[in-house]
């Protein structure tokens, strides 16, 4: 899926997609996802400094659970071509993200 949003990159000014990603700036590893208004979810577990994107026109939702048997987690709505980082995780959508120090 990567190697597709790269080439989407490549096409935005012409079809009108960007790439919205999630990056895990904590220190412990968590299951993110990114869930573009318009395509397919894509979930996986990031390292700290690993890095989650997909393809999207109109932005998605970036969020974050403890681990894959959570419940629970975090996100935030994200506009196209915009990203953002988790800089902390906490339960119950307390989590720190950078954009929160903008």
Do not use: K
């Amino acid at each position: 899926m990567i190697r597709i949003g790269v080439i989407l990159l490549l096409l935005a000014p012409a079809t009108g997609w960007a790439e919205s990603c999630v990056t895990n700036s904590s220190d412990h590893s968590h299951l993110f996802a990114v869930s573009p208004s318009q395509g397919d979810r894509l979930m996986q577990t990031l390292a700290p400094g690993e890095r989650l994107c997909s393809p999207t026109r109109n932005g998605a939702i970036l969020s974050v659970f403890e681990n894959a048997d959570a419940f629970e987690g975090c996100s935030r709505l994200v506009g196209p071509d915009q990203s953002d980082r988790l800089m902390a995780y906490a339960e119950f959508d307390r989590c720190h993200w950078a954009s929160h120090d903008r």
